[in-house]
Every structure is written in C-alpha cells, then in structure tokens.
C-alpha cells in the first residue's frame, strides 16, 4: 500500500496523540503532534514578555513570530521525539497549566496559524505521516486519505488528563483540568480562524469506553478497508 496521510482532530485530551503516535509506530510512519507546536509558540509568549497581567498582546507576539524555530528531534533518554524552541528541548515545559492556560488563545492568531500550518505541510509533504490536532483535515492535509475525528465525554477527558498530569507529579486538581479542557473547547470551536470542526469526510471515534488498544484497532481497521 502506497503511504497514505492521516489527519486526526478533536476535542482536548480525548487520546488523539495517544492514538497517532500508535499509528505510526505500527505503520512505521511519522507522528507529527501539532498541538506542541501551538503549545511551543504559547512558551515562547510567555518567555518574550508577550503575555502581561495575563493579557496576551497578539500585535507584540506577531511582530517576534519570526524568531520562533520549532523542531521535532529524538533524544536520548525518551523514544519519543521532542519538541525543540529555538533548540531547547521544551518537551516538559509546554506540556504545563500555564501553558495550557493560553493556548487557545495563542492559537486564535492568524499569523500564528500561518506560520504553523506551513511548516506542517512541509513536514508532511511525502506522505506516510499521521498528524494530529484541531485543523488537520479541514486546513492542513483537506486531501488526506483518512480523516477521523476523536471524541469523548468531558468527564471520562478530563480525568485521562487529570491521571496522566498527576502521575508526572504535576500539582493539579480536576476541576482545573476539566474548566480548561471546556474553556479550549470552547474557544477551539468558536474561533474564526480554522475552528475545529467535524468534516464532513472524517470518521467518528467516540472512544469514551474505549482502551487506546482499542482505538488503535479501530482506526487500524479503517486503514485496511481503504487498501481493499
Ligand atoms: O493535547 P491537548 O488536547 O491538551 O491539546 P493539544 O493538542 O496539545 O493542543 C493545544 C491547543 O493548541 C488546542 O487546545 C488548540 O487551541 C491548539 N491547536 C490548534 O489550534 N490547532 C491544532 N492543529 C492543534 C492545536
Ligand atoms: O492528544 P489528546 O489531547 O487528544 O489526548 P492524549 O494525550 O493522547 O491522551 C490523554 C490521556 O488519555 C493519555 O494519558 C492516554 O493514555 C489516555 N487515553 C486513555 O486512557 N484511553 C484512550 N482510549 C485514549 C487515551
């Protein structure tokens, strides 16, 4: 079968990562988590003095946009790649409440899109790549060959991620998680940039009862039935 492209998008923490990145070990395709990328650019207003008093200056954060080089890169001690800002691994950082805090936010600025999208399609350009995010079938791969849109309940998202934070040792507590995977939601669908949608040609995955080896079975099954 020829490399095909995967588009995954959804809803915050319903197992998107968790499922493109099983995808593409077992079909020995690259993983691109477009997420980091947002959260990346998020680290870098927030180290820059481009979000004051928790307002973020979008014109001041346009206007650096251009001293912003993300890269993904193995290291050593993790057999997952990291996201690398302006060649620092960030990987820990950007995966924080804080960063999660502004996110959406960041991720309203055109500018910002741009400048993303494109380095994503260049990543993504030869195909045999699963990407995984919010616009990846709508705007960035809209010819992919498999779309699938992940879903879940708020509650059963919100504790994945509460789990998953607090055994990183991170303090938190549910309640902050699950206002902030409603509040991105909320802002994810509402913006008027590339707001997330369910296209018309993306497959459903509802895996609120589902185990990632689950999700991954499905979504395997879905790859197969296009190679009949
Ligand atoms: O993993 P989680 O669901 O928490 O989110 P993420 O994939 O790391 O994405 C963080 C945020 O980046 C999302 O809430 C969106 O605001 C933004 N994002 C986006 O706008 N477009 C994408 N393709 C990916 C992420
Ligand atoms: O990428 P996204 O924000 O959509 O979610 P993720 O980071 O892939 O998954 C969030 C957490 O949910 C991880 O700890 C996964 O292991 C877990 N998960 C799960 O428990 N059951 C699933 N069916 C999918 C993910």
Do not use: W
């Not at 923490?13 to 968790?18: A, D």
């Not at 912003?68 to 057999?79: G, M, N, T």
């Not at 960035?140 to 991620?161: G, I, Q, Y």
């Not at 669908?189 to 296209?199: F, Y």
């Amino acid at each position: 079968m020829q490399p095909i492209t995967i588009a995954i998008d959804g809803y915050s923490s319903c197992g998107k990562s968790t499922l493109a990145r099983a995808l593409a070990k077992k079909l020995n395709y690259v993983f691109i988590d477009s997420g980091a990328m947002y959260r990346g650019v998020t680290l870098f207003a927030i180290e820059n003095e481009c979000i004051i008093n928790g307002i973020v200056d979008k014109e001041k954060l346009t206007q650096k946009l251009e001293q912003i080089q993300l890269r993904f890169a193995s290291v050593e001690e993790d057999e997952r790649k990291h996201l690398f800002l302006n060649g620092k691994d960030v990987e820990k950082q950007i995966r924080s409440m804080e960063v999660a805090g502004y996110v959406s936010e960041i991720a309203t600025i055109r500018e910002v899109r741009e400048k993303l999208v494109l380095s994503q399609r260049e990543m993504g350009k030869n195909g045999g790549v699963v990407m995984d995010g919010r616009d990846i079938g709508s705007v960035v791969f809209p010819d992919a060959e498999l779309k699938l849109f992940v879903t879940a309940s708020p509650e059963v998202r919100a504790e994945r991620r509460f789990k998953e934070l607090t055994e990183q040792g991170r303090n938190v507590t549910r309640e902050e998680v699950l206002v902030n995977l409603m509040e991105r939601d909320r802002i994810d669908t509402s913006r008027k940039e590339s707001p997330l949608i369910q296209v018309k040609d993306a497959i459903v995955l509802d895996n609120t009862n589902m185990t990632p080896e689950q999700q991954l079975e499905f979504a395997l099954q879905k790859v197969h039935e296009l190679a009949i």
